[in-house]
């Protein structure tokens, strides 16, 4: 069991009505892509977000909230693809594609199909921790990696691995948000992101264009960080919006504002079809 000392656990359960959290997902930045999309990549942050910005977006979404916030979710099996299905497909979309991997505790997001760069999370019965992410695209023993002297790996919790659904559900406040940029596997420099709140929003209904089916359920992880000592004022805001059985299906990134309010997200990307095709991990490092 994994001794979180700094970390306090909220579970809010509000109801479905509506919400003026500013935090709160606004469903109308993640619209139906266009052809002509052109999103940048998708990234499990440690503020690597990528400047590409979605330029194309289009249409209508069906934000609705579903569902009770009494509910309860196995959010490994909603950030994964269902077994069956991964075993000979991934998702693609408006950048690059992602092959899902399920291992015992960690799980990978590979971003080609020559198996690098991946975004690795942990994962056991009380939380998924986002824990690996790529620097250089073409070199596997470079990443930036979530590590604290005091809780090692895990010492940032996305989500508790059972959450609450709510407006907002599950919170995690988290102050210990240390990483290391390794430009090899052994060579590295310490930093941090700050104050760091995480939640779990939904069940919502979005309809994503490609594949998906129309008024898919999808809850959504919001991801803070950069927050000050107060967890106010946090500069950054990622939302990764997953739906079973495909996994990840959306993500944006956007930046707090003058005015306390987040911007239109300046990176997005969707996952919204499943192609046929599996990748072999690579790895050096672990």
Request: net charge neutral; with cysteine.
């Amino acid at each position: 069991m994994k001794h979180l000392a700094v970390l306090l656990l909220c579970l809010t359960l509000v109801g479905c009505g509506a919400t003026h959290d500013q935090a709160a997902p606004n469903l109308s930045n993640s619209s139906t892509p266009s052809s002509t999309d052109s999103s940048g990549s998708v990234t499990n942050s440690l503020s690597s977000a990528s400047s590409s910005a979605d330029s194309g977006a289009s249409g209508s979404l069906a934000g609705n909230s579903v569902g009770s916030s009494s509910n309860t979710y196995d959010m490994l099996a909603w950030m994964t693809m269902d077994e069956p299905l991964r075993a000979a497909h991934h998702m693609a979309g408006t950048a690059n594609p992602v092959y899902t991997s399920v291992q015992p505790e960690r799980f990978f997001w590979t971003k080609t199909g020559q198996g690098f760069p991946w975004d690795i999370q942990l994962y056991d019965n009380n939380y998924i921790y986002l824990w690996v992410t790529e620097l250089n695209w073409a070199n596997p023993a470079s990443f930036k990696v979530f590590h604290s002297p005091k809780l090692g790996n895990y010492n940032l919790p996305l989500v508790p691995r059972f959450a609450k659904g709510g407006y907002p559900g599950s919170k995690i406040l988290i102050s210990d948000s240390t990483y290391q940029i390794h430009s090899s596997c052994s060579s590295y420099v310490t930093k941090n992101l700050g104050h760091v709140i995480n939640e779990v929003w939904g069940p919502y209904r979005e309809s994503l264009g490609g594949n998906l089916p129309n008024n898919l359920e999808t809850l959504i992880i919001s991801y803070r960080y950069s927050c000050d000592s107060t967890y106010s004022n946090c500069g950054d805001k990622e939302e990764f919006h997953v739906a079973k059985p495909y996994g990840l299906v959306y993500w944006q990134h956007q930046r707090l504002q003058s005015n306390s309010n987040y911007s239109v997200p300046d990176n997005k990307t969707y996952l919204n079809r499943v192609v046929a095709g599996q990748t072999s991990i690579v790895t050096s490092c672990f």
